[in-house]
């Protein structure tokens, strides 16, 4: 089993739709949880964190944990053609060890 | 800002030739990494290093070094390029304690 499993999509959304990106993890001592976006040729940039559970908003992204789940949402809300990339989902394990998704992409259609 | 820097976007090596990568970031950071990143594969964790002169392997070691001798430089070690480490290699690094990690630009690396 990976430590952090991810849907690999594609994931197609209309523009201004809610686009939602699901990630679930093993370590249940997992404390620490991010989400990264990564255009075609790029390096992933760290858009979202989160340590407890319920839900955290940043302007157009929120983040959800629910740790008895083990699972990590991302939504995006009003999505944009800019939005589309893959996003990796990442968790910080008890050993203070990163384990990274594999990520899904996202495309947002004009 | 943090600022993670790599000296290569992009490298053509030989067989058999030995690569340098490097990677510096201006942050004071603990914590460096050396990640491959492979179509359907993800990332894939290669060396880590928690402090100056110290490493840790990662899940894919094989045929790879790498050397911290100053806490802002960490650099990735090809012994003998193979064409299967054909690959975009991304550095990153972090405080620690459940921070984040920051990735350099990457540099992609063409082994013929």
């Known amino acids: 089993q990976k430590e952090v499993e991810q849907n690999s999509g594609p994931l197609s959304v209309p523009e201004g739709a809610i686009a939602s990106l699901n990630c679930t993890y093993s370590?249940?001592?997992?404390?620490?949880f991010f989400w990264y976006r990564q255009y075609s040729g790029k390096s992933p940039e760290l858009i979202m964190f989160?340590?407890?559970?319920g839900d955290k908003e940043d302007g157009r992204f929120t983040a959800q944990l629910n740790k008895a789940s083990q699972y990590v949402s991302l939504l995006i809300r009003d999505s944009q053609p800019s939005d589309s990339a893959t996003y990796l989902c990442?968790?910080?394990?008890?050993?203070?060890?990163?384990?990274f998704g594999t990520g899904t992409s996202l495309t947002v259609i004009p | 800002d943090v600022k993670v820097t790599q000296s290569s976007r992009y490298l053509v090596k030989r067989t058999g030739e030995k690569v340098f990568l490097e990677c510096v970031q201006d942050m004071d950071h603990e914590n460096m990494f050396w990640y491959r990143q492979d179509p359907g594969l993800g990332l894939r964790l290669i060396y880590f290093?928690?402090?100056?002169?110290?490493?840790e392997k990662g899940d894919i070691p094989e045929g790879y070094s790498v050397s911290r001798e100053k806490k802002e430089r960490f650099s990735l070690i090809l012994e003998s390029a193979s064409t299967n480490q054909t690959s975009m290699y991304l550095c990153?690094?972090?405080?620690?304690?459940?921070?984040?990690?920051?990735f350099g630009p990457g540099t992609r690396l063409l082994v013929l």
């Open positions: 990442a968790v910080m394990g008890t050993g203070n060890q990163f384990y």
């Open positions: 989160i340590y407890s559970n």
């Open positions: 990153a690094s972090s405080s620690g304690g459940g921070e984040t990690q920051y």
């Open positions: 370590d249940r001592g997992s404390q620490s």
């Open positions: 290093s928690y402090d100056v002169k110290m490493k």
